[in-house]
């Protein structure tokens, strides 16, 4: 799952399927299996959702992928 994700969508007021929906232009559940790590997030599709969402905010993009079974020290 990628927690990091889903909290800053959730900072920004924006439900995090929703927000992987409109910067993949994919289908809820497409957005929803990315979001609980079912399906990879490819490093294209990682750069447009920064780019749609977190462009300005100064987020890493090891930070926003870190999955859970990543140590905090490796994010």
């Known amino acids: 799952m990628l927690n990091n994700l889903k909290a800053e969508y959730m900072r920004k007021n924006i439900q995090p399927y929703k927000g992987i929906m409109g910067a993949l232009g994919c289908s809820e559940k497409t957005a929803r299996n990315k979001l609980n790590g079912a399906t ?36």
């Not at 294209?44 to 859970?68: H, Q, R």
Request: charged share 25%; no cysteine; proline share 0%.
């Open 40 to 75: 990879d997030v490819t490093i294209t599709e990682a750069f447009k959702i920064i780019n749609k969402n977190f462009k300005d905010d100064g987020l890493s993009l090891e930070y926003l992928f870190a999955s859970d079974n990543q140590s905090a020290s490796s994010a």
